[in-house]
């Protein structure tokens, strides 16, 4: 229903709806008032059409949720895609709400809709043959604008955008939970490596004071404190021999000057007194011993620090390969720590790649699916039409053979039917539901096999597996062969059985090449069957006379120059001309007749009238 | 019903009246926007199920009975059917009197009396 008022803010900013309508519909009071006031309008206005079937469709279209449409649309990350699938969604919106023709829908919008329904039709055999049978190029667009303008297609379309509009979950939204994982992975693992490059730099660190250590087995440059190590080992003797020597000094200085000392005393206690020196003497004697001391104290020392180095460098070489195990054996933990949260990170990483992936994919399918709505559409109304035709051929078909109640050419129908039939189950948007579809593969084998080998070899292959009604039995290869010498019992069999292949292959593909025309024609069997065919059937007559001249059936050699025309490149309605007249095709037609509005609609015959022909054979 | 009208033309009539009751009664806001569309998908999906103009007749009753907005709808159609049957019954009458077949006369003016007083108005 057309409410100006649910239409997305971000759809009126980007110029899809003219300033004045979007205040207009801004301001409207009560948007569900101007809602039934416009469904109202339509209404009456079909009723001022006197179509009753419009007027009851217009309610009961699906109804679109235009803003969470817009809202799906608007989480799309990839620009072009989401101003693409914005276009194509407005575009839609205005085609079902205000009409295809006359709306506001723009040139741009309407030719791409109108682009997508031109090729799903191309991709279709039915309806790419009625298409490509149309020369005029505007009659061709009103082709387009009468498939988009089909109320089952706009039902379809309008159905499959309200689903995606209900659906929840379209688009996965765990890529932002994913995204604060990771992050949360890598500052675990920042830290980590923080750590570990600590680690590495104390290790380089006493890695370096060691180096001072290392002594190589020969040659080489020997470090610092090894070469010292060394030289004081080297000399540790001579410092122990020179330590004592030394201590020797100090003592005997110690001693003298408590001998000179207790002199000075007992002069200074006795003044005059003979055979004494003079106390400056003795204090000269005094300082000398202590200066000697002194000296020797000092060397005893230099020697005492030279001796107790070794130990303190042994000391510092085992701390610093102490500490070397102790940091690798931390970095070797370090390592593992970080190799797991290397793992997580990578884990965390790829499940947020995934759910991105997931997110894009489901992003792009979206857009797809709007894009693509009209394709599914045509390809679901196509398809309704199809099992609606091969019904109506069925029954055609059924009713023109009703006098085959028993028989040889009654098992051999039934035989066919069995052969190229198959029944299957359908999930449609109105539920399940079981069906018959054409084996299209089998029946184009079968087709191929009575175009290049005629029609005997068919019938012998139907007759095979057809049940004799007299004994109940499978015919035997006897019985076959008797049934294919019986003139009677082929005269009848025989353009049935066509018909019915025929007639099956021209609903499920582009119909005849020209290769296939040519030899249909150029056989016997062909060439009595088109001149049959254009003999019962006036409006083919009417239309070959038009293209052929007057008279041209009459004419020797009429279908093989028939052929000749069809086989024309340029000539795609002759070609179909030659469809219709070497197959069973105005059986057809009628059936699309019979069809009613999917006759009206998809008509299949280019040059069917659609009055429901006779049968051309038999 | 009457039997000289094709079926299609009936149809046609039919599908006209219904619209045309549905669109007033929802201008009136005798019916929501959602019965509206549940009334116009229950036609749209039963009224081509009806190959005869009896099936038509049938399917206007059903869809009386379902909702009541198209009683009246019913009840002219109904009408008409009578109307007409008793113009071909006094036809008849008249025709039997004529040929002086009294008793035959008498017998289908009870007939037609005692189907318009509860009898069925199949067509």
Redesign the interface.
């Known amino acids: 229903m057309a409410d100006a008022t649910v239409i997305p803010q971000e759809a009126i900013s980007r110029g899809y709806m003219h300033s004045r309508e979007a205040g207009a519909s801004r301001r409207a009071a009560n948007p569900q008032e101007v809602s039934s006031a416009r469904l109202s309008e339509k209404m009456g206005a079909a009723l001022k059409e006197q179509n009753w079937q419009k007027m009851f469709e217009i309610p009961s279209q699906p109804r679109l949720d235009h803003a969470r449409l817009g809202e799906k649309v608007d989480k799309i990350g990839d620009q072009n895609l989401r101003t693409q699938t914005n276009d194509s969604l407005v575009g839609t919106r205005l085609a079902l709400e205000e009409g295809f023709k006359g709306g506001r829908i723009s040139q741009q919008q309407q030719d791409r809709i109108a682009g997508k329904v031109e090729e799903t039709i191309m991709r279709n055999p039915l309806l790419s043959r009625e298409y490509l049978a149309i020369n005029d190029i505007q009659a061709r667009r009103e082709f387009l604008v009468k498939h988009i303008e089909d109320p089952r297609i706009q039902r379809i379309v309008r159905k499959e955008l309200q689903e995606i509009a209900e659906a929840t979950d379209d688009l996965p939204n765990d890529a932002r939970e994913k995204s604060y994982d990771v992050q949360e992975k890598t500052l675990e693992r920042d830290s980590m490596q923080a750590d570990r490059d600590e680690l590495d730099r104390q290790i380089r660190e006493v890695d370096h004071r060691l180096q001072e250590f290392e002594r190589p087995a020969a040659g080489g440059h020997m470090g610092a404190r090894a070469q010292e190590l060394e030289d004081l080992r080297t000399t540790l003797t001579a410092n122990r021999a020179g330590h004592a020597a030394q201590t020797q000094i100090v003592n005997n200085a110690e001693f003298r000057i408590r001998q000179l000392t207790s002199e000075r005393e007992d002069t200074l206690r006795n003044p005059g007194q003979t055979g004494r020196r003079p106390i400056v003497d003795i204090d000269n004697e005094i300082n000398t011993e202590r200066q000697n001391g002194s000296a020797a104290q000092a060397e005893m020392t230099r020697l005492t620090g030279l001796i107790d180095r070794i130990p303190q460098l042994e000391q510092e070489e085992q701390h610093l390969n102490k500490e070397r195990r102790g940091l690798r054996g931390e970095r070797s933990a370090k390592n593992f720590e970080l190799g797991k949260s290397n793992t997580a990170l990578q884990r965390a990483t790829d499940e947020y790649n995934d759910a991105l992936r997931r997110r894009e994919q489901a992003e792009y399918a979206l857009g797809n699916r709007i894009n693509d709505v009209w394709s599914s559409a045509v390809i679901e109304v196509a398809n309704q039409d199809l099992t609606e035709l091969a019904a109506n051929m069925r029954r055609i078909h059924d009713e023109e053979f009703a006098g085959l109640k028993e028989g040889a050419s009654k098992a051999g129908r039934d035989r066919i039917k069995e052969l190229l039939d198959r029944k299957i189950e359908t999930r449609g948007w109105r539920g399940k539901r079981g069906r018959t579809v054409i084996d299209k593969i089998k029946t184009q084998q079968i087709s191929a096999e009575i175009i290049d080998k005629g029609p005997e070899v068919a019938a012998r292959r139907f007759l095979s597996g057809a049940k004799n009604p007299e004994t109940g039995q499978t015919y035997t290869p006897e019985e076959v062969s008797a049934l294919l010498k019986d003139k009677d019992f082929m005269a009848e069999f025989q353009p049935m059985m066509i018909k019915e292949v025929f007639g099956r292959k021209l609903l499920t593909s582009k119909g005849f090449s020209p290769e296939d025309a040519r030899k249909i024609v150029e056989s016997d069997w062909g060439d009595q069957m088109v001149q049959g065919a254009a003999q019962r059937n006036e409006d083919l007559k009417n239309k070959i006379e038009e293209i052929m001249g007057i008279g041209a059936m009459d004419k020797p050699g009429f279908a093989k120059r028939l052929a000749q025309e069809a086989v024309k490149p340029k000539n795609v309605g002759l070609l179909a001309l030659l469809g219709l007249l070497a197959a069973p095709f105005a059986g057809v037609v009628g059936v699309a007749a019979v069809g009613g509005g999917v006759a009206g609609k998809a008509g299949i015959g280019a040059y069917g009238s659609g009055k429901g022909h006779s049968p051309v054979f038999g | 019903m009457d039997p000289d009208q094709s079926f299609e033309a009936y149809k046609?009539r039919i599908?006209?009246r219904?619209?045309?009751k549905?669109?007033t009664a929802?201008?009136e806001k005798r019916i929501s926007?959602e019965l509206?569309?549940e009334i116009?998908?229950y036609?749209?999906d039963n009224i081509d199920k009806a190959k005869t103009n009896s099936d038509l007749l049938d399917f206007l009753e059903h869809l009386a009975d379902k909702w009541a907005i198209f009683q009246d709808v019913l009840v002219v159609e109904e009408a008409q059917i009578q109307e007409k049957e008793n113009k071909e019954n006094v036809e008849k009458i008249e025709e039997l009197i004529d040929q002086n077949k009294i008793d035959e006369a008498m017998k289908i003016a009870d007939q037609a009396n005692q189907e318009a007083n509860g009898g069925t108005v199949n067509g």
Do not use: C, P, Y
């Open positions: 046609d599908g006209m219904l619209a045309r549905v669109l929802f201008e926007e509206l569309s116009s998908q036609v749209l």
